[in-house]
């Protein structure tokens, strides 16, 4: 067994992401934990996901990570102990985690990172921007940029970030992400068609209709629950149906980098206007939204390769690079 092992943790609202250096591997799960009975863990991870919405009355399945921050200590710990130990975490001395924090927190959300993972006196824990990590990520010289913009958008958050000479300048978090968008899709579904579906549901309409460019011109057959009788019904939903209700948060999205282009002294913003904006998260992943993005905000637009993958990627790149330690509380 080794002394010393060495993990990446961006813990997502809808994916933790943990790159294990020693195995070289990165690994993506659900952030959600099964419990029955109130203390008993059922499950972890996707094995979690596969009973959400399916689950009994004596089981919960939680989400312990909402709009982008720790909400709940106990069960952030629990399932990222259980996926350290999925990717064979066991070592004589403990284990170090780099943990990737949101550059928009309070003093009281930032503690709860601190909390995590100390439970075990033999770890060490630390912490690394987000923002930083992305920038990493996407090859950005953050010491000497005279001004970069960098928009991760997530599954419950969207987080809008400046780096200016090495910091970060200023950095907001808004409450619009995929889970929003499928939370749109869902209501609209009900509006529309008296027809009511689960999140699922509305997430597998999203992923194989959703889209910001060209019509698709693509329909899906979905199983609701009748508003009126209560029973099960089909619905054709047409791709159309789907972008419509998606536009308007992402046109929000669009609104804030305006919003913070206007109000960022003159030669930062020249300076992003030069480079464009870079776009990360798995949000940023619907058809044409570079397209989209630079149609409304009228800047170039650089998205990240990476997508989702982005934020644990510069951690690994931070922790394998002596000279990127400097990054590193
Ligand atoms: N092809 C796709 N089309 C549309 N949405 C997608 C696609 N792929 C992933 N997503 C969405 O991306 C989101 C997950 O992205 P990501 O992993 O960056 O979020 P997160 O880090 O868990 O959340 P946050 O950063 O808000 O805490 C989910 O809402 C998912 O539905
Ligand atoms: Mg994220």
Not at 44 to 70: H, Q, R
Not at 141 to 153: D, R
Not at 159 to 168: D, P
Not at 254 to 260: D, L, M
Request: charged share 25%; aromatic share 6%.
């Amino acid at each position: 067994m080794p002394l010393h092992k060495a993990f990446g943790v961006d813990l997502g609202s809808s994916a933790v992401k943990i790159y294990s250096q020693h195995q070289d591997t990165i690994i993506a799960e659900k952030n959600m934990i099964a419990i029955r009975n109130q203390d008993q863990i059922l499950a972890v991870g996707n094995d979690a996901y596969e009973i959400f919405e399916k689950n009994p009355s004596n089981v919960s399945v939680i989400s312990p990570v909402l709009g982008g921050k720790i909400a709940d200590i106990n069960h952030t710990e629990m399932v990222l102990k259980a996926l350290l130990e999925k990717t064979d975490a066991q070592a004589l001395l403990g284990y170090s985690l780099y943990l990737a924090i949101p550059s928009d927190l309070s003093e009281i959300d930032r503690r709860a990172y601190y909390t995590i993972g100390n439970s075990n006196r033999k770890n060490k824990i630390y912490m690394v921007d987000k923002t930083i990590a992305d920038a990493v990520a996407l090859g950005i010289p953050i010491l000497h940029t005279k001004g970069t913009m960098i928009v991760n958008m997530g599954a419950q958050s969207t987080e809008i970030s400046v780096i200016e000479q090495g910091r970060v300048v200023v950095s907001k978090m808004l409450d619009i992400g995929g889970k929003q968008l499928n939370e749109g899709i869902a209501n609209e579904v009900r509006r529309r068609y008296n027809l009511h579906i689960g999140n699922r549901t509305a997430r597998r309409l999203k992923f194989s209709l959703a889209y910001l460019g060209e019509d698709i011109m693509e329909a899906r057959k979905i199983v609701g629950v009748d508003s009126l009788s209560g029973l099960p019904r089909e619905e054709i939903v047409p791709s159309d149906v789907i972008h419509e209700t998606i536009l308007a948060p992402v046109r929000k999205i669009c609104e804030e980098i305006q919003f913070f282009l206007e109000r960022i002294p003159p030669q930062i913003r020249h300076n992003i206007e030069d480079q464009g904006i870079f776009v990360a998260g798995g949000t940023s992943r619907i058809p044409d939204m570079e397209w989209f993005l630079k149609q409304e905000t009228g800047q170039k637009i650089r998205l990240s390769d990476y997508f989702e993958f982005c934020t644990v990627c510069g951690l690994k790149e931070i922790m394998g690079n002596r000279t990127l330690r400097k990054w590193v509380r």
